[in-house]
């Protein structure tokens, strides 16, 4: 476990410190290799390369995900505001983390980061 990752979410406000724990380990549970390190004062998710990063601000508790433009679901639920690159799952509850949706980007992502560097042709 990473002891910088843990201090971030330790340092969480009790409302949503839970939550980011659980978040944190699906995260991390979801494929072999997976590997959490700080970054620019946040968790980053490493998987054939940066994946993912865990925040908490101004729009609640999310996971962000570096190549997100390359995922594909509802805009209400796969936030890209104004960033051209990524995108966004807001986490407010158990039941978020539990959702199929969820899941499905979180695989989603773990297939673009696996194929990114074999897909020479893939464009932004």
Known sequence: MNEAVERYI????????????????????????MRSVLKYGAPFYE????????????????????KGFALEGPPELLIQRDRKMVKSVAVP?????????????VQQALLVNENWKKDKGHKR
């Open 47 to 66: 998987y054939h390369g940066i994946l993912a990063y865990l925040s908490y601000g101004k729009h609640g508790l999310e996971i962000s995900y570096t």
């Open 10 to 33: 330790d340092a969480l406000p009790d409302q949503v410190r839970e939550l980011a724990w659980r978040l944190h380990y699906v995260m991390l549970d979801a494929a072999p290799g």
């Open 93 to 105: 509850d158990e039941a978020a983390l539990e959702s199929e949706f969820f899941h499905e980007i």
